[in-house]
């Protein structure tokens, strides 16, 4: 199974990504988690993740690239394509190959906070959220017990523009995928539990 998870910031791709990942047996590639564990990144592409802008269309091409090629298996894209370059950049490295993309809606009111309350585990990537879902060791990952930290770009300001960027060079995508009908729509707002999601995403992709 080959499958793109799209949604602004916050959605819950990453949260859902860990999920199907595990009950589907997928390889879970997220772009942002492989770029924060990037240690060869020069400090301008540190300022541009921790500002909310994008990485550049080839280098991120690159990434995917050597991922996907290192994948036997199915995988779940989180994070990537995020622009309409990289989404016709995707088509080509798969040769055109079928993915499912399932698209994550939720009112924008809703992500200050899970954005602002959100902890990642600075080991394993696992999420958390101080109010949602708590760890149950304060700071302490429930997975691994690592250290939660709050990522560089989680602040008030930055999600402003990780916000304009999405809807400048994301939303498009979104559009591509729907009219090319591969893209199913889930609501991710909080009056869903992240179980209840999951049921709707398993639904999808049980065809
Ligand atoms: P990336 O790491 O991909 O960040 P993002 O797209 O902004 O998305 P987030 O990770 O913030 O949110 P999410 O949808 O994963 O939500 P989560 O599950 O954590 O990218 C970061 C940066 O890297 C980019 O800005 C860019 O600079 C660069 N980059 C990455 N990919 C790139 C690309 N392809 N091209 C160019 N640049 C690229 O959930 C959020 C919170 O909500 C959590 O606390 C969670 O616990 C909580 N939550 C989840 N579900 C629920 C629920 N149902 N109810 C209540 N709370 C919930
Ligand atoms: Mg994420």
Same mark, same amino acid.
């Given at each position: 199974?080959?499958?793109?998870?799209?949604?602004?910031?916050?959605?819950?791709?990453?949260?859902?990504?860990?999920?199907?990942?595990?009950?589907?047996?997928?390889?879970?590639?997220?772009?942002?988690? @492989?770029? /924060?564990?990037?240690?060869? *990144?020069?400090?301008?592409?540190? #300022?541009? &993740?921790?500002?909310?802008?994008?990485? %550049?269309?080839?280098?991120?091409?690159?990434?995917?690239?050597?991922?996907?090629?290192?994948?036997?298996?199915?995988?779940?894209?989180?994070?990537?394509?995020?622009?309409?370059?990289?989404?016709?950049?995707?088509?080509?490295?798969?040769?055109?190959?079928?993915?499912?993309?399932?698209?994550?809606?939720?009112?924008?009111?809703?992500? @200050?906070? /899970?954005?602002?309350?959100? *902890?990642?585990?600075?080991?394993? #990537?696992? &999420?958390?959220?101080?109010?949602?879902? %708590?760890?149950?060791?304060?700071?302490?990952?429930?997975?691994?017990?690592?250290?939660?930290?709050?990522?560089?770009?989680?602040?008030?300001?930055?999600?402003?523009?990780?916000?304009?960027?999405?809807?400048?060079?994301?939303?498009?995508?979104?559009?591509?995928?729907?009219?090319?009908?591969?893209?199913?729509?889930?609501?991710?707002?909080?009056?869903?539990?992240?179980?209840?999601?999951?049921?709707?995403?398993?639904?999808?992709?049980?065809?």
């Amino acid at each position: 199974m080959h499958l793109v998870l799209m949604g602004p910031p916050g959605s819950g791709k990453g949260t859902q990504a860990k999920i199907i990942a595990q009950n589907f047996n997928l390889e879970h590639i997220s772009t942002g988690d @492989l770029l /924060r564990k990037n240690p060869n *990144l020069s400090k301008e592409q540190r #300022d541009i &993740i921790n500002s909310g802008d994008f990485i %550049p269309d080839n280098m991120m091409l690159e990434i995917v690239k050597s991922k996907l090629e290192t994948c036997h298996g199915g995988w779940i894209l989180d994070g990537y394509p995020r622009t309409l370059t990289q989404a016709k950049n995707l088509q080509d490295a798969l040769q055109n190959s079928t993915f499912q993309v399932i698209y994550f809606d939720i009112d924008e009111g809703e992500l @200050l906070d /899970r954005i602002t309350g959100r *902890l990642t585990c600075s080991n394993c #990537d696992s &999420i958390f959220h101080k109010k949602t879902k %708590p760890p149950i060791k304060e700071n302490i990952c429930d997975n691994c017990g690592g250290a939660l930290i709050h990522r560089k770009d989680d602040t008030k300001e930055t999600i402003k523009h990780r916000l304009e960027a999405y809807h400048n060079y994301t939303a498009p995508v979104v559009k591509y995928f729907k009219e090319k009908n591969v893209l199913a729509s889930i609501s991710t707002d909080n009056s869903k539990s992240i179980d209840q999601i999951f049921d709707e995403v398993r639904e999808i992709l049980k065809g």
